[in-house]
Antibody
Framework: EVQLVESGGGLVQPGGSLRLSCAASGFTFSTYSMNWVRQAPGKGLEWISYISSSSRIIYYTDSVKGRFTISRDNVKKSLYLQMNSLRAEDTALYYC?????????????WGQGTLVTVSS | QSVLTQPPSVSGAPGQRVTISCTGSSSNIGAGYDVHWYQQLPGTAPKLLIYGNDNRPSGVPDRFSGSKSGTSASLAITGLQAEDEAFYYCQSYDNSLTGPYVVFGGGTKLTVL
Protein backbone atom coordinates (compact mmCIF):
# COMPACT_ATOMS: atom_id res chain seq x y z
CA GLU A 1 0.00 0.00 0.00
CA VAL A 2 1.28 3.43 -0.98
CA GLN A 3 1.58 5.50 2.19
CA LEU A 4 3.02 8.73 3.52
CA VAL A 5 2.95 9.25 7.29
CA GLU A 6 3.83 12.61 8.80
CA SER A 7 4.96 13.14 12.38
CA GLY A 8 6.58 15.77 14.56
CA GLY A 9 3.79 18.29 14.87
CA GLY A 10 2.78 19.85 18.14
CA LEU A 11 2.40 23.02 20.18
CA VAL A 12 5.34 25.43 20.06
CA GLN A 13 5.84 29.00 21.25
CA PRO A 14 6.39 31.84 18.79
CA GLY A 15 10.05 31.95 17.83
CA GLY A 16 10.46 28.26 18.53
CA SER A 17 11.47 25.37 16.28
CA LEU A 18 9.99 22.10 15.16
CA ARG A 19 11.11 19.31 12.83
CA LEU A 20 8.51 17.47 10.80
CA SER A 21 9.11 14.04 9.28
CA CYS A 22 7.31 12.15 6.54
CA ALA A 23 7.90 8.40 6.17
CA ALA A 24 7.18 6.80 2.82
CA SER A 25 6.29 3.22 2.01
CA GLY A 26 4.78 1.23 -0.83
CA PHE A 27 6.43 3.15 -3.68
CA THR A 28 9.90 4.02 -4.94
CA PHE A 29 10.50 7.11 -2.81
CA SER A 30 13.87 7.89 -4.40
CA THR A 31 12.28 8.54 -7.79
CA TYR A 32 9.71 11.03 -6.52
CA SER A 33 10.09 14.73 -5.93
CA MET A 34 8.47 15.72 -2.63
CA ASN A 35 6.58 18.69 -1.32
CA TRP A 36 5.21 20.17 1.87
CA VAL A 37 1.74 21.70 1.67
CA ARG A 38 -0.03 23.30 4.61
CA GLN A 39 -3.60 24.16 5.45
CA ALA A 40 -4.38 26.73 8.11
CA PRO A 41 -7.54 26.06 10.16
CA GLY A 42 -10.60 26.60 7.96
CA LYS A 43 -8.46 27.76 5.03
CA GLY A 44 -7.29 26.42 1.69
CA LEU A 45 -4.14 24.62 0.61
CA GLU A 46 -0.81 26.44 0.48
CA TRP A 47 2.30 24.91 -1.10
CA ILE A 48 5.41 25.77 0.93
CA SER A 49 8.37 23.75 -0.27
CA TYR A 50 9.68 21.35 -2.94
CA ILE A 51 12.70 19.06 -3.13
CA SER A 52 13.72 17.07 -6.18
CA SER A 53 14.41 13.35 -6.02
CA SER A 54 18.17 13.90 -5.76
CA SER A 55 17.85 16.93 -3.42
CA ARG A 56 19.61 19.01 -6.07
CA ILE A 57 16.67 21.37 -6.61
CA ILE A 58 14.87 23.03 -3.71
CA TYR A 59 12.18 25.72 -3.71
CA TYR A 60 10.34 27.58 -0.96
CA THR A 61 7.41 29.93 -0.92
CA ASP A 62 8.45 33.46 0.08
CA SER A 63 6.77 33.41 3.49
CA VAL A 64 9.01 30.59 4.79
CA LYS A 65 12.30 31.36 3.01
CA GLY A 66 15.15 31.66 5.48
CA ARG A 67 13.10 30.02 8.26
CA PHE A 68 12.23 26.56 6.93
CA THR A 69 14.58 23.93 5.48
CA ILE A 70 13.43 20.94 3.47
CA SER A 71 15.57 17.82 3.22
CA ARG A 72 15.25 14.13 2.47
CA ASP A 73 16.99 10.81 3.07
CA ASN A 74 16.34 8.36 0.25
CA VAL A 75 17.90 5.49 2.18
CA LYS A 76 15.50 6.02 5.07
CA LYS A 77 12.67 6.88 2.62
CA SER A 78 11.96 10.01 4.60
CA LEU A 79 11.26 13.68 4.01
CA TYR A 80 11.88 16.39 6.58
CA LEU A 81 10.95 20.00 7.26
CA GLN A 82 13.00 21.94 9.80
CA MET A 83 10.95 24.93 10.91
CA ASN A 84 12.65 27.75 12.82
CA SER A 85 11.49 31.17 14.01
CA LEU A 86 7.92 29.98 14.00
CA ARG A 87 5.10 32.50 13.89
CA ALA A 88 1.41 32.33 14.75
CA GLU A 89 0.61 32.38 11.05
CA ASP A 90 2.51 29.10 10.61
CA THR A 91 -0.23 27.32 12.55
CA ALA A 92 -1.60 24.72 10.15
CA LEU A 93 -1.98 21.08 9.23
CA TYR A 94 1.18 20.17 7.33
CA TYR A 95 0.95 17.57 4.56
CA CYS A 96 3.74 15.91 2.65
CA UNK A 97 2.95 15.03 -0.94
CA UNK A 98 4.86 13.34 -3.72
CA UNK A 99 5.09 14.29 -7.36
CA UNK A 100 6.80 12.70 -10.33
CA UNK A 101 9.06 15.67 -10.97
CA UNK A 102 7.61 16.74 -14.30
CA UNK A 103 7.50 20.44 -15.11
CA UNK A 104 3.75 20.51 -14.44
CA UNK A 105 3.35 17.64 -11.99
CA UNK A 106 0.41 16.76 -9.81
CA UNK A 107 0.57 15.72 -6.16
CA UNK A 108 -0.01 12.07 -5.42
CA UNK A 109 0.30 10.49 -2.89
CA TRP A 110 -0.52 12.65 0.15
CA GLY A 111 0.02 11.99 3.81
CA GLN A 112 -2.67 12.43 6.44
CA GLY A 113 -1.06 15.55 7.87
CA THR A 114 0.52 16.63 11.15
CA LEU A 115 -0.78 19.62 13.10
CA VAL A 116 1.52 22.47 14.07
CA THR A 117 0.19 25.04 16.53
CA VAL A 118 2.24 28.15 17.25
CA SER A 119 0.97 29.87 20.35
CA SER A 120 2.15 31.21 23.68
CA GLN B 1 -5.85 36.08 -2.25
CA SER B 2 -5.15 32.95 -4.32
CA VAL B 3 -3.40 33.14 -7.67
CA LEU B 4 -6.06 30.80 -9.08
CA THR B 5 -9.65 31.94 -8.52
CA GLN B 6 -12.43 29.48 -7.69
CA PRO B 7 -16.01 30.19 -6.59
CA PRO B 8 -16.26 29.76 -2.81
CA SER B 9 -19.27 27.48 -3.11
CA VAL B 10 -21.48 25.62 -5.55
CA SER B 11 -24.47 23.41 -4.95
CA GLY B 12 -26.70 20.96 -6.74
CA ALA B 13 -29.33 18.35 -6.16
CA PRO B 14 -28.60 14.64 -6.38
CA GLY B 15 -28.36 13.54 -10.01
CA GLN B 16 -27.63 17.03 -11.30
CA ARG B 17 -24.51 18.34 -13.02
CA VAL B 18 -22.30 21.02 -11.49
CA THR B 19 -19.17 22.75 -12.69
CA ILE B 20 -16.38 24.43 -10.74
CA SER B 21 -14.26 27.01 -12.50
CA CYS B 22 -10.60 27.79 -11.92
CA THR B 23 -9.49 31.10 -13.41
CA GLY B 24 -5.84 32.00 -13.80
CA SER B 25 -3.74 34.25 -15.99
CA SER B 26 -1.05 34.32 -18.66
CA SER B 27 1.63 33.51 -16.06
CA ASN B 28 0.08 30.23 -14.93
CA ILE B 29 -2.70 28.36 -16.75
CA GLY B 30 -2.33 30.57 -19.82
CA ALA B 31 1.41 29.86 -19.90
CA GLY B 32 0.65 26.25 -20.73
CA TYR B 33 0.90 24.64 -17.31
CA ASP B 34 -1.40 21.74 -16.66
CA VAL B 35 -4.24 21.99 -14.17
CA HIS B 36 -4.94 19.31 -11.57
CA TRP B 37 -7.92 18.89 -9.26
CA TYR B 38 -8.16 17.52 -5.73
CA GLN B 39 -11.11 16.46 -3.62
CA GLN B 40 -10.94 16.97 0.14
CA LEU B 41 -13.64 15.19 2.10
CA PRO B 42 -14.33 16.49 5.62
CA GLY B 43 -11.48 15.71 8.01
CA THR B 44 -9.33 13.99 5.41
CA ALA B 45 -6.28 14.76 3.28
CA PRO B 46 -6.69 15.98 -0.29
CA LYS B 47 -7.03 13.27 -2.91
CA LEU B 48 -6.04 13.56 -6.56
CA LEU B 49 -9.18 13.71 -8.68
CA ILE B 50 -8.04 14.92 -12.13
CA TYR B 51 -4.48 15.27 -13.43
CA GLY B 52 -3.10 16.82 -16.56
CA ASN B 53 -6.25 18.86 -17.20
CA ASP B 54 -8.56 16.00 -18.14
CA ASN B 55 -7.21 12.66 -16.91
CA ARG B 56 -8.75 10.55 -14.16
CA PRO B 57 -6.58 8.40 -11.89
CA SER B 58 -7.57 4.79 -11.53
CA GLY B 59 -10.57 4.46 -9.24
CA VAL B 60 -12.06 7.91 -9.87
CA PRO B 61 -15.57 7.59 -11.33
CA ASP B 62 -16.14 8.90 -14.86
CA ARG B 63 -18.75 11.26 -13.38
CA PHE B 64 -15.78 13.55 -12.79
CA SER B 65 -14.20 15.29 -15.76
CA GLY B 66 -11.83 18.18 -16.31
CA SER B 67 -11.13 20.63 -19.09
CA LYS B 68 -8.84 23.55 -19.77
CA SER B 69 -9.07 26.46 -22.19
CA GLY B 70 -6.95 29.57 -22.36
CA THR B 71 -6.37 30.90 -18.86
CA SER B 72 -9.10 28.82 -17.20
CA ALA B 73 -10.01 25.28 -16.30
CA SER B 74 -13.17 23.56 -15.15
CA LEU B 75 -14.17 20.52 -13.15
CA ALA B 76 -17.52 18.95 -14.02
CA ILE B 77 -19.39 16.49 -11.86
CA THR B 78 -22.40 14.71 -13.34
CA GLY B 79 -24.91 12.50 -11.58
CA LEU B 80 -24.24 14.30 -8.28
CA GLN B 81 -24.18 12.04 -5.23
CA ALA B 82 -24.29 12.81 -1.52
CA GLU B 83 -20.73 11.54 -1.07
CA ASP B 84 -19.46 14.18 -3.50
CA GLU B 85 -20.02 16.84 -0.84
CA ALA B 86 -16.49 18.11 -0.23
CA PHE B 87 -14.01 20.88 -0.95
CA TYR B 88 -12.43 20.92 -4.40
CA TYR B 89 -9.11 22.58 -5.23
CA CYS B 90 -7.44 23.29 -8.54
CA GLN B 91 -3.64 23.37 -8.76
CA SER B 92 -1.17 24.54 -11.37
CA TYR B 93 2.15 26.35 -11.62
CA ASP B 94 3.07 30.01 -11.96
CA ASN B 95 6.16 31.57 -13.48
CA SER B 96 8.55 33.41 -11.22
CA LEU B 97 12.11 34.72 -11.53
CA THR B 98 13.47 31.61 -9.76
CA GLY B 99 11.37 29.07 -11.63
CA PRO B 100 7.81 27.79 -11.65
CA TYR B 101 6.15 27.49 -8.28
CA VAL B 102 3.03 25.65 -7.23
CA VAL B 103 -0.25 27.52 -6.93
CA PHE B 104 -3.60 26.35 -5.62
CA GLY B 105 -7.05 27.79 -6.05
CA GLY B 106 -8.80 28.98 -2.91
CA GLY B 107 -11.08 25.96 -2.90
CA THR B 108 -14.78 25.42 -3.63
CA LYS B 109 -17.24 23.90 -1.20
CA LEU B 110 -19.67 21.62 -3.00
CA THR B 111 -22.97 21.15 -1.22
CA VAL B 112 -25.33 18.39 -2.33
CA LEU B 113 -28.83 19.62 -1.57
Amino acid sequence: EVQLVESGGGLVQPGGSLRLSCAASGFTFSTYSMNWVRQAPGKGLEWISYISSSSRIIYYTDSVKGRFTISRDNVKKSLYLQMNSLRAEDTALYYCAGDLGYSSSWFDPWGQGTLVTVSS
Amino acid sequence: QSVLTQPPSVSGAPGQRVTISCTGSSSNIGAGYDVHWYQQLPGTAPKLLIYGNDNRPSGVPDRFSGSKSGTSASLAITGLQAEDEAFYYCQSYDNSLTGPYVVFGGGTKLTVL
